[in-house]
């Protein structure tokens, strides 16, 4: 059974701040992994979706990696501020057709 | 951009009670799916549905649920006798193939309160 992680289950930085969000996986056997974020009492807004043949994918100032090998991706985000904070969830879909999520960072973001 | 979108918002029922939340999927995706978020915990997968049917269920989708595209745009979930712990919110989403290119689009969500 997939099991997704996420380190650290929140953080808070200063604006400015460059900063590195980690989610693991127990199977690496997936199709894509996919990032989201969720704000307070709301649903979900994709970020970048990581195929499984691709080691990264970038969206202004965010840059999304994955190791199916080692079952990581990381969610890189430069230049922080006030704005992205945010919960910030990791899904990785598997066999069958559901996702498996994570249980998100939630990121403060400092002025 | 297209949208996934949700009604109601936020809908309170008493326990017992049958509810239908309802989605409108992206018009050109094929793939339909609902999720839930009990409050403070992890996005959970209930049901996904493809060519009108069922394609898979987690074991939370118990007898208690239903899925159905009652015509070309809609898509449902029901939920026939509601108890306290089926109080969360629930997501639908869509996407255009089974491994989509372009990832899984989510609604903004209902909020469902059983009292």
């Known amino acids: 059974k997939q099991e997704v992680t996420q380190i650290p289950a929140a953080l808070s930085v200063p604006e400015g701040e460059n900063l590195v969000l980690n989610c693991s996986f127990t199977d690496s056997a997936i199709y894509n992994l996919q990032w989201f974020r969720q704000d307070p009492g709301k649903g979900l807004t994709s970020l970048l979706l990581?195929?499984?043949?691709?080691r990264e994918q970038t969206s202004g100032r965010l840059n999304a990696s994955l190791d199916k090998s080692s079952g990581r991706s990381t969610l890189y985000i430069a230049a922080s501020q006030p704005g992205d904070s945010a919960t910030y969830l990791c899904a990785v879909r598997a066999s069958g057709s559901r996702l498996t999520f994570g249980e998100g960072t939630q990121l403060t973001v400092n002025p | 951009e297209p949208e996934v979108t949700q009604t109601p918002s936020h809908q309170v029922t008493q326990m017992g009670q049958e509810v239908i939340l309802r989605c409108v999927p992206i018009?050109?995706?094929?793939?339909f799916y609902w999720y839930r978020q009990i409050l403070g915990q992890k996005v959970e997968f209930l049901v996904s549905?493809?060519?009108?049917?069922?394609?898979?269920k987690s074991e939370i989708f118990d007898d208690q649920f239903s899925v159905e595209r009652p015509d070309g745009s809609n898509f449902t979930l029901k939920i026939r006798s509601t108890k306290l712990e089926d109080s969360a919110m629930y997501f639908c989403?869509?996407?255009?193939?089974?491994?989509?290119?372009?990832?899984?689009?989510f609604g903004s969500g209902t909020r469902l309160t059983v009292v």
């Open positions: 990581i195929q499984s043949s691709q």
């Open positions: 989403a869509s996407s255009e193939g089974q491994v989509p290119l372009y990832g899984y689009t």
């Open positions: 018009s050109n995706h094929l793939y």
């Open positions: 549905f493809y060519n009108n049917e069922i394609s898979e």
